[in-house]
């Protein structure tokens, strides 16, 4: 007899429609459409090129089109409540960003717990910035400028892309630990903040090597140190700023999640394919030249270090009355 030939046999049927109607319940299936990948910033940024390498890996490791969404403004919290708000079903993921564990304490208010309600898949890498000065300020090594803000109190400017984003808290962490004043200078992203560099309107940035390594090549900026622990294999000549600062060390980072309740499976298979993404000798080669190191792991070995970060950052925005604008 036919499902359709009792009340018991249709309830049945639509219990199974609904079951192929709700997207894939496992690895076996995923991704079952194209996949989006949300950036919180906008095209030909950092990230923006980094995620974009990584897209392209996953569209041919997945067999579905893995499609680069950029959804700036907001410190990113528009990409994040964007992925927030998707299915749990594989097929909305999320760059992350050090921004996103930044957030947690410069924003009085969130619609979101970024720990909570985001569900960690794989760091990607994390990215080496750099102490640059515009050319015309005479500072060519870390000692010489703290030497120079002690003197000088609040009279160096220091351009960030803006409040909250990487340059600005490494910079702060900077300030903090070296004990001097610069006036922070916040702009709408990198590069203004870099072309006012340039232009000699302010003193001092924590540039990212990959928007920068250009203008220091050209002689247009002057690196002086970087700001990871070990020396970078973009610009090898530059010396950790932890050699004067001990125990100093900021560096962006990336990594990719997805909506909390998604499946476990489906975690690990975009786990899997991250990661052997991040073994590929040509994107580790590429992610070099951005100045980006590659950062594999688990899931839970990602997420341990975004609750370590948040506490970190946390810190520093509390202690240097960080705003968001």
């Known amino acids: ?26 690895a076996q299936d995923y991704p079952t459409r194209p996949v989006r990948l949300i950036i919180g910033i906008a095209p030909g940024s950092s990230p923006d090129i980094l995620g974009r390498l990584m897209a392209q890996w996953l569209s041919e490791r997945l067999g579905q089109p893995v499609i680069v969404e950029n959804r700036p403004g907001g410190g990113g919290n528009i990409a994040i409540e964007a992925v927030v708000k998707a299915p749990a079903d594989g097929h909305t993921l999320l760059l992350v960003t050090i921004q996103s564990a930044v957030n947690a304490t410069l924003y009085d208010k969130l619609n979101y717990n970024f720990i909570r309600d985001i569900a960690p898949v794989a ?36 351009a960030s892309a803006g409040n909250g984003t990487t340059p600005h808290v490494a910079g702060e962490l900077f300030k903090m630990m070296a004990g001097v004043d610069m006036a922070h200078v916040p702009y709408r992203g990198g590069s203004p903040a870099l072309t006012d560099l340039i232009g000699g309107q302010v003193q001092v940035t924590f540039a990212d090597i990959a928007s920068s390594i250009e203008y220091v090549k050209a002689g247009k900026l002057r690196a002086l140190a970087v700001t990871t622990t070990a020396r970078s294999g973009a610009l090898p000549d530059l010396p950790p700023i932890a050699d004067y600062l001990p125990g100093y060390e900021a560096s962006g980072w990336f990594g990719i999640a997805v909506p909390k309740n998604t499946p476990a499976d489906i975690i690990e298979r975009l786990n899997k394919e991250i990661n052997a993404g991040l073994a590929d000798p040509k994107i580790k080669v590429r992610y070099a030249e951005l100045g980006a190191t590659v950062f594999a792991g688990s899931p839970a070995g990602f997420g341990k270090f975004i609750v370590e970060e948040t506490e970190k950052w946390g810190k520093v925005v509390g202690a240097a009355g960080m705003k968001p604008y």
């Open 1 to 26: 007899m036919s499902c359709l030939k009792s009340l018991h046999g249709l309830a049945v049927c639509l219990g199974a429609l609904l079951l192929a109607w709700s997207g894939p319940s496992s």
């Open 123 to 158: 760091s990607i890498s994390r990215q080496t910035l750099a102490l640059e000065v515009t050319p015309s300020f005479p500072a060519r090594t870390v000692p010489d400028i703290i030497a120079y803000a002690k003197a000088n109190p609040g009279r160096l400017s220091m």
